[in-house]
């Protein structure tokens, strides 16, 4: 008479149900975690763009002094120059580490545009990582200075406009309906 040992290991249905289970979870979590890193990704590259924009500035006031003064500068460079040349943008515009950065210019500030990840990477989408950024020179009378709703100076430093100023706001993070509705035209 044989005896028939039962067997230990999973059945082909049960390895298949296991497997099933496992992809329906996956194919749940993995477009938001995709969707969390996006957002830390662009939060860190806006962030990231203010500061050297700001680091840029610094650096071209040690070099050149006040910059209501740039507009008379001795070596003929324009308020523009100055700050590229901080900024060691290559020709087209890009930054060691990929940035985008658009300078305009004036004799009364500047104005930047930043594609965070450059412009061969997607979205290149307004407020998801292209952001823009204003700096506006102080004039020499001080009452002449433009204000902001709270009355404060908008001079001499760089300020975040549209989206990136509602990310700074928010401590460089993106509120849900922030990342799921840009700023139009930021």
């Known amino acids: ?10 059945t082909f ?3 298949a149900l296991v ?22 990704q662009y939060e860190r590259g806006a962030q990231k763009a203010y ?15 006040s910059p209501h003064k740039w507009k008379n500068n001795k070596d003929g460079k324009t308020p523009a120059d100055m700050i590229t040349e901080q900024l060691k943008l290559r020709s ?3 930054t060691a580490d990929g940035m985008e950065i658009t300078t305009t210019c004036t004799n009364d500030g500047c104005d930047f ?11 290149n989408e307004k407020g998801r990582d292209i952001f823009d950024f204003e700096l ?7 009452e002449e200075n ?31 309906e922030l990342w799921d509705n840009p700023t139009p035209g930021s």
């Open 19 to 40: 497997l099933l289970i496992i992809g329906v979870i996956a194919a749940i979590t993995v477009p938001t975690l995709r969707k969390r890193i996006y957002r830390s």
């Open 113 to 123: 545009t930043v594609d965070i990840n450059g412009p061969k990477k997607e979205p």
């Open 136 to 142: 506006i020179f102080a004039k020499v009378n001080a």
């Open 146 to 176: 433009p204000t902001d709703d709270a009355g404060m100076d908008k001079t001499d430093k760089v300020r975040p406009l549209d989206t990136a100023e509602k990310l700074m706001q928010n401590n460089w993070k993106y509120t849900d």
């Open 51 to 65: 500061l050297t924009l700001n680091e840029a500035f610094d650096e071209a006031i040690v070099l050149y002094g």
């Open 13 to 15: 249905a049960e390895l």
């Open 1 to 10: 008479m044989a005896v028939f040992e039962k067997s230990k290991g999973f």
């Open 92 to 94: 087209n515009n890009l």
